[in-house]
């Protein structure tokens, strides 16, 4: 859910606190609750277009969407275009863009009759409801918001380019993102809690302000997922702008070349210790989760036939894993531009259709119907 290329998360910043153990417990319980009323959720999410998605998506948080889907929730996924012009001025071929996305969504699974995808572009009301939400937070609170801390922190360093108003406010465009649609949950990696917070708040104060007497806007959940922060090539986690990324749509040969490539460490002995082996680590995660095993496990039959051996093990992982989303994701290409249009055509009816009650709504409780 972070917005600008993240640092990867400190040892720290994933630690056990409270609020992640609180977090833990309640997303335990809602996992029970979806298991038995699937339909009382709806889980909103989504991307920035970028580029075309990788490895550390798939993992982090695809597989776990389609899963979410499969099991009867509501999902709705946000293309984030207007999140793309945040932090850059060029945004690239984002036509193309938003089409590799689309399509990786389908070829991991998503399936659209069933999950909605519209692009933030093509929803007006969405943005309509930014404004009353703005009212709601000080700048102050935006100017802590992780994020924003963050790129404004790194804009000062590089003395590059200061932050935009867009992505100060940004906080605020996602809790619209999720409010306008009255998404309910939304996954969230242990070190992106506070993410979340903004909404919540945005929802709370609406609700005190202009619907006092029965809220309005139910607080969403965070739903914890095991946070996989997948490295790329370098040692760095896996980003489409650092460039060191293996995109779920290269073919074999590049996933073979990104694994030969990946760096690992001087012991020959393969063994699972995240803190302080990182880069064999992270190849143990890909590949057991790939072939459906624990790193431990995955480990133990490498042991002394050392990293060459890993790289090929996790090679095979990735290959055979990633294979029917391939397949069907060649098969989707060759349809052309027909089926992505369709999908976006078909998600951007819905969403409107939910924003627009939902803006209805505001400016009824907020009396600015005439
Ligand atoms: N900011 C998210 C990302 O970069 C995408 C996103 C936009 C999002 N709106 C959202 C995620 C609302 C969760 C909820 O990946």
Excluded: C
Excluded at 51 to 64: I, K, M, P, Q, R
Excluded at 155 to 177: E, F, K
Excluded at 303 to 311: C, E, I, S, T, V
């Amino acid at each position: 859910m972070t917005v600008v290329p993240a640092t990867p998360p400190t040892p720290a910043a994933t630690a056990e606190t409270p609020a992640v153990r609180a977090a833990r417990r309640r997303s335990a319980e809602i996992e029970a609750r979806i298991d038995k009323d699937p339909s009382a959720f709806r889980v909103l999410t989504g991307d920035r277009p970028t580029g075309a998605l990788h490895l550390g998506h798939y993992l982090a948080t695809l597989a776990n969407r389609v899963r979410l889907q499969d099991a009867g929730v509501d999902v709705v996924l946000v293309v984030a275009d207007y999140q793309v012009i945040t932090d850059r001025d060029e945004t690239g071929d984002l036509r193309g863009t938003v089409r590799e996305v689309v399509l990786d969504y389908l070829a991991a699974g998503i399936d659209p009759d069933r999950t909605t995808i519209f692009t933030h572009s093509a929803v007006a009301a969405l943005h309509q409801l930014m404004l009353p939400f703005l009212s709601l937070v000080t700048v102050a609170e935006l100017e802590r918001n992780p994020t924003v801390k963050a790129e404004a922190v790194d804009a000062a360093r590089r003395q590059q380019r200061s932050m935009s108003g867009l992505l100060l406010t940004y906080p605020v465009h996602q809790a619209a993102d999720i409010l306008a649609m009255h998404g309910n949950l939304v996954p969230v990696g242990a070190d992106q809690l506070p993410h979340l917070e903004t909404t919540r708040t945005v929802a709370r104060r609406f609700n005190q302000r202009f619907t006092a007497a029965q809220p309005y806007f139910a607080e969403p959940d965070a739903l914890l997922t095991e946070s996989v922060t997948v490295l790329g090539h370098d040692g760095a986690k896996m980003s489409t702008s650092r460039g060191n990324s293996l995109e779920l749509r290269s073919s074999e040969d590049d996933t073979a070349a990104f694994f030969r490539r990946a760096r690992t460490d001087s012991l020959r002995h393969i063994t699972y210790e995240p803190e302080e082996r990182p880069e064999v680590a992270n190849l143990l995660r890909i590949g057991a989760h790939l072939a459906g095993t624990t790193p431990e496990v995955l480990a133990g039959s490498i042991g002394a036939a050392g990293a060459g051996r890993l790289k090929e093990v996790v090679t095979e992982a990735v290959v055979e894993g990633l294979r029917p989303l391939r397949a069907r994701r060649r098969a989707l290409q060759a349809d052309g531009a027909g089926v992505v249009g369709e999908v976006l055509a078909r998600g951007a009816e819905r969403a409107n259709r939910l924003a627009a009650g939902t803006l209805t709504d505001v400016r009824e409780l907020m009396g600015t119907v005439y």
